[in-house]
C-alpha cells in the first residue's frame, strides 16, 4: 500500500466504521453473547428465527413487494426519463417525489387510498361504488397494493434522475449509425439504447430493491400485520417483551443484509461478465 | 434503358428553420467511384450528407440509389451507411458483435453473421480482436472495426463524414489506406462520398472532388484539373492555391499579369491569375522577372521559395542545385502551359 492510498483508505474506513462496527456486534448478539440476555455462545437465537415459518414468510413477501415495486418504478422511470431528457420541466417535476419523506409518501397513501380515503370517495361520488367501503381493500392487504405503489412512487424519482443521467451519457451518434446499417427505430432502442441505458442505471436499481428490503416506515404505515414484512419483524422481535426473544431481532436483520449482500454480489459478477463494461 | 448505378442527389433543398443549409445541389457517383466533398465549416457538407443518409430531411429535391427514388424512405431502407467522424461503436457489444450488427438487425442468422464478420474482420488486421470489448482498441482499430462494420451492410452508398479527423496524422495514413484498400476491392463497389477539410486528402482518396460553398457546389472535378483549373477565387483559395494573382486583360485578349503575359479572350478588364507552385520556377537573376525572396521553407516534398514580384507575393520551387535565402534576388520563370485565368477581379485588390 502507498502512503498516496492511506489517507482515502482511512476515510472510507471512518465513514464504514459504524457498519462494521454494527454488523459485528449483530453477528455477537445473533450468536447470543452481546444484547438483552445475552449469556454464552448459542445458536438458540438462529434456530429459532430461521425456524419459523414466520421468518420466511416474511423474506418472502418483502423480495416480493420491493421486487413488484422496483420493477414498476424502474418501467415507469425509463419510459419517463426517455420522454423528459430534453425538457428540464419535464425532469424537474419527475424528480419531485425525491424531496417527500417517505413516511410522508405512506401517509399520502394512506390518505387517498384506505377504504375511507379519498379515492374511495371519489369513487362512490362518481357512482362507482354503493358505499366508500366498497372499494376495494388496498391498504394493509396481503398483497400489499398501497405498499408496492408507494414504494415504487418514491423509487420512480431516484430512478428518473439516474436514468436521465445515464441517458446524457450515450452516444448519440450511435442510433443514428444504427439506422444507417439496417435497424429499425425499435431495434435500435431494443439493441443499442436499451442496454446502455439498463447497464448504467441496474446500479441504482439494485441499490433501490436493497433499499426497500430494509424500508420500515412504509410497511409500518401500509402493510398488513401477516406477512410480517421483515423490517417490522425486526422491530417487533428486538422490542419483544421476552428478553430471550430479542436475539432473534439480530439474526433476522442479519438475513436481511445476506440477501443485500447476496444480491449486489451477484449483481457485480453479472456486470463483470459484460463486454464494454467500464470496470 | 440503363438506370444510373449509384448515388444521384437531384436539386437538394435543406432549410434550419429561416436558415439556409443547401441550395439546388445536384451530385452523381458511380459504383465504385470515390467523390471527397470539401468546402469551409458550415457550408453545408454534413448538411448534405445527412440528408442523403435520410437523417435530414430535404426541403426540395430528390434522392436515388441505384435508379431508385429513396428521398422519403426510412435510413435503414435506403441502402446508404453513414459513419460519423468520431467510429461510433457501440461499447456494449463486443468487435465481432458490432461488425455483425447489420447482418443480424436484417435478419442473419447469428452464427452466419458471426462468420462474415470475422471474415471483415480479418480484412482489417483485426480477426485476433474479435471477442474483445470495442472500447478497448485503440483510436485506429476502432475506426478499422467500424469501416467493416459499414461494409458488412453492403451499402450502394457509403457517407464518411470526416473519418480520420479525430486521428493523428501516422494512424491517419494508416486508416485511410486500409478503408482504400477495402473500397478498391471489387466485391464490395459502393459510392463513396466522403467530407473532409483536408486537400491533400481528398486528392489522395477520391476520383473527384466536390466543392461545396454556401450550400452550393461550386465546382466537381478530378483533383489534377480542380488544381489546375479552379472555377472561382473562392475555390481557388479554398483549395489553398498560393499563386493566386491580379491580371488585366487587354482588348486584344492579352492577360498581364505580375509574371508573365498570356492569352485568354473574355471581356476586358480585372482579372485572376491561378499559377500551380510547380509550374514556376526560380533561377538566377536575369534568367526571368525579376524577383526578391522572402522566405523560404524546406519540407519533406522539397524547399518552397516565396518571392515579391513588384508587391504581389508569389510561391514556387527553385530551379536544381540553386540554394536560396531571404532577400536573394532571382529571376521568375513560369510554364505558360500552367497559367490559369478566371474572369473575376480579385476582391480589395489594385492592379
Not at chain 2, 65 to 82: A, C, H, K, N
Request: charged share 15%; net charge positive.
Amino acid at each position: 500500500m502507498t502512503r498516496r492510498n492511506v489517507a482515502p483508505l482511512a476515510a472510507v474506513l471512518l465513514i464504514a466504521s459504524p457498519v462494521i462496527v454494527g454488523v459485528a456486534y449483530t453477528i455477537l448478539a445473533a450468536l447470543g453473547l452481546r444484547g438483552a440476555g445475552a449469556s454464552e455462545l448459542t445458536v438458540r437465537h438462529v434456530a429459532a428465527a430461521l425456524g419459523g415459518w414466520d421468518t420466511w414468510r416474511g423474506v418472502g413477501w418483502t423480495l416480493a413487494t420491493a421486487a413488484v415495486a422496483t420493477a414498476v418504478a424502474a418501467a415507469a422511470a425509463f419510459t419517463v426519463a426517455l420522454r423528459v431528457q430534453q425538457s428540464p420541466l419535464g425532469r424537474l417535476l419527475a424528480v419531485l417525489p425525491l424531496a417527500v419523506p417517505h413516511v410522508a409518501a405512506a401517509l399520502a397513501a394512506l390518505l387517498l387510498l384506505s377504504q375511507s380515503g379519498w379515492v374511495s370517495r371519489l369513487t362512490h361520488a362518481a357512482g362507482l361504488t354503493p358505499t366508500p367501503a366498497d372499494f376495494p381493500a388496498l391498504v394493509y392487504d396481503r398483497f400489499g397494493v398501497s405498499l408496492v405503489l408507494a414504494f415504487a412512487w418514491k423509487e420512480f424519482a431516484y430512478l428518473v434522475l439516474t436514468a436521465v443521467a445515464v441517458l446524457g451519457t450515450l452516444d448519440r451518434a450511435s442510433d443514428e449509425v444504427a439506422r444507417t446499417l439496417g435497424a429499425s427505430a425499435r431495434q435500435v432502442f431494443w439493441r443499442i439504447t436499451w442496454p446502455q441505458l439498463w447497464r448504467g442505471t441496474s446500479p441504482a436499481v439494485i441499490a433501490a430493491f436493497a433499499f426497500l428490503i430494509g424500508q420500515y416506515e412504509m410497511p409500518a404505515l401500509l402493510a398488513p400485520s401477516t406477512p410480517t414484512a421483515l423490517p417490522l419483524l425486526i422491530y417487533e422481535r428486538s422490542v419483544d417483551p421476552n428478553l430471550l426473544r430479542r436475539g432473534e431481532a439480530y439474526v433476522v436483520a442479519l438475513l436481511a443484509l445476506t440477501l443485500c449482500a447476496g444480491l449486489i454480489a451477484a449483481h457485480g459478477i453479472w456486470r463483470r461478465r459484460l463486454p464494454g463494461v467500464t470496470r | 434503358m440503363n438506370t444510373p448505378r449509384g448515388l444521384v442527389v437531384t436539386g437538394a433543398h435543406v432549410s434550419f428553420g429561416a436558415r439556409p443549409g443547401l441550395h439546388g445541389v445536384d451530385l452523381s457517383v458511380a459504383r465504385g467511384e470515390r467523390v471527397a466533398l470539401l468546402g469551409p465549416s458550415g457550408c453545408g457538407k454534413t448538411s448534405l450528407l445527412r440528408a442523403v443518409a435520410g437523417l435530414q430531411p430535404l426541403t426540395s429535391g430528390a434522392i436515388a440509389v441505384d435508379g431508385t427514388e429513396v428521398t422519403g424512405v426510412l435510413p435503414e431502407q435506403r441502402g446508404i451507411v453513414y459513419m460519423h467522424q468520431s467510429p461510433s461503436l457501440f461499447d456494449h457489444l463486443s468487435v465481432i458483435d458490432n461488425v455483425g450488427f447489420p447482418l443480424e438487425v436484417r435478419g442473419t442468422p447469428r452464427r452466419q453473421a458471426r462468420e462474415r464478420a470475422a471474415a471483415l474482420l480479418d480484412r482489417v488486421q483485426l480477426a485476433r480482436l474479435a471477442h474483445r470489448a470495442s472500447d478497448t482498441l485503440s483510436g485506429g482499430q476502432r475506426h478499422r472495426v467500424a469501416l467493416a462494420r459499414a461494409l458488412a451492410a453492403n451499402p450502394a452508398v457509403l457517407l464518411l463524414d470526416e473519418p480520420f479527423a479525430a486521428l493523428d496524422p501516422e494512424l491517419r495514413a494508416e486508416v485511410r489506406e486500409t478503408v482504400l484498400d477495402l473500397l478498391g476491392t471489387a466485391e464490395w463497389a459502393p459510392a463513396v462520398v466522403v467530407v473532409t477539410h483536408d486537400v491533400d486528402e481528398a486528392a489522395a482518396m477520391a476520383h473527384r472532388v466536390a466543392i461545396l460553398l454556401d450550400g452550393r457546389l461550386a465546382q466537381v472535378a478530378s483533383p489534377e484539373h480542380l488544381l489546375n483549373a479552379p472555377v472561382s477565387v473562392a475555390v481557388a483559395r479554398l483549395l489553398g492555391l498560393p499563386n493566386v494573382l491580379t491580371g488585366i486583360r487587354a482588348a486584344d485578349g492579352r492577360v498581364s499579369f505580375a509574371l508573365d503575359r498570356c492569352d485568354a479572350r473574355g471581356a476586358v478588364g480585372q482579372v485572376a491569375v491561378v499559377v500551380r507552385v510547380n509550374a514556376v520556377r526560380f533561377g538566377p537573376p536575369g534568367a526571368g522577372t525579376p524577383a526578391r525572396v522572402v522566405s523560404v521553407q524546406h519540407r519533406l516534398a522539397g524547399t518552397i521559395v516565396r518571392v515579391d514580384v513588384a508587391g504581389e507575393q508569389v510561391t514556387g520551387i527553385p530551379a536544381p542545385g540553386l540554394s536560396l535565402a531571404a532577400g536573394d534576388r532571382v529571376g521568375v520563370l513560369v510554364d505558360p502551359g500552367a497559367v490559369h485565368v478566371l474572369d473575376e477581379a480579385l476582391g480589395g485588390r489594385d492592379v
